[in-house]
């Protein structure tokens, strides 16, 4: 079974532009959430989607923004990209509530 | 909220020597899973254990075994024979109950194994 694939791997960006990450969850799991990595401040969660629904969503400013497709695959766009958006951006799917989050690899996102 | 800690940035231990990881956690919820992942140098954060506040067992699977202590909110991770291939960042991390059944996990800031040949 394929795990949980992100693309692509590593994005350059400048500041001002818009950025969107994708993310293919393993087969038949519906729930997936988004992370950023960062050396300051961690792992910090973005939000969740399942169903097509936004289930919850972290302490991100508007920029950060996701949709789920009816296929399960999700995306993140990140709008007026910042410095400080430079990060590890994770992606995990689950097959329901009580089971474990698995990662994709991420994308290396750097803005100069 | 739900907070957790590890208190040690690094470790470094000789091959196959057991090794073990300290993880605590806050929360006020009755029921709340714990997990630890592996993240080597490449990013990846890979699955290794999860610990169900009801179990009544501490998991184990193969080498990794978790030490749960419920009265001191305690998950620690114990690998035993190490390995150099164990060398990485592992997080102890924690689901946050919230409405719906959403998945959202808080990380603990992790600590990097280092297993010297």
């Known amino acids: 079974k394929a795990g949980v694939t992100q693309t692509p791997r590593y994005l350059i960006k400048t500041r001002g532009q818009q950025v969107t990450l994708s993310c293919s969850p393993i087969?038949?799991?519906?729930?997936v959430s988004w992370y950023q990595q960062t050396p300051g401040q961690g792992l910090q969660f973005l939000f969740e989607y399942f169903s097509e629904t936004q289930r919850n969503k972290g302490n991100f400013p508007g920029r950060f923004s996701g949709r789920q497709f009816s296929n399960s695959r999700s995306e993140m766009n990140v709008s007026t990209l910042e410095l400080g958006d430079s990060a590890l951006y994770l992606c995990?799917?689950?097959?329901?509530?009580?089971?474990?989050?698995?990662f994709g690899n991420g994308t290396r996102l750097t803005v100069t | 909220a739900q907070k957790i800690t590890q208190t040690q940035p690094g470790m470094f231990v000789q091959e196959k020597e057991a090794v073990t990881l300290d993880c605590t956690y806050d929360t006020s919820d009755p029921s709340y899973g714990l997990f630890w992942y592996k993240q080597p140098s490449s990013g990846e954060m890979i699955f290794l254990i999860y610990q169900g506040s009801y179990d009544q067992q501490n998991a184990t699977e193969g080498r990794y075994s978790l030490n749960f202590q419920k009265a001191r909110k305690s998950a620690n991770l114990v690998i035993s024979a190490s390995q150099l291939g164990d060398s990485a960042m592992y997080f102890c991390a924690m689901r946050e109950e919230t409405f719906q059944g959403a998945q959202k996990l808080v990380f603990g800031q992790g600590t990097r194994l280092t297993i010297n040949p």
């Open positions: 087969s038949g799991h519906r729930s």
């Open positions: 995990a799917s689950s097959l329901h509530q009580d089971s474990p989050l698995h």
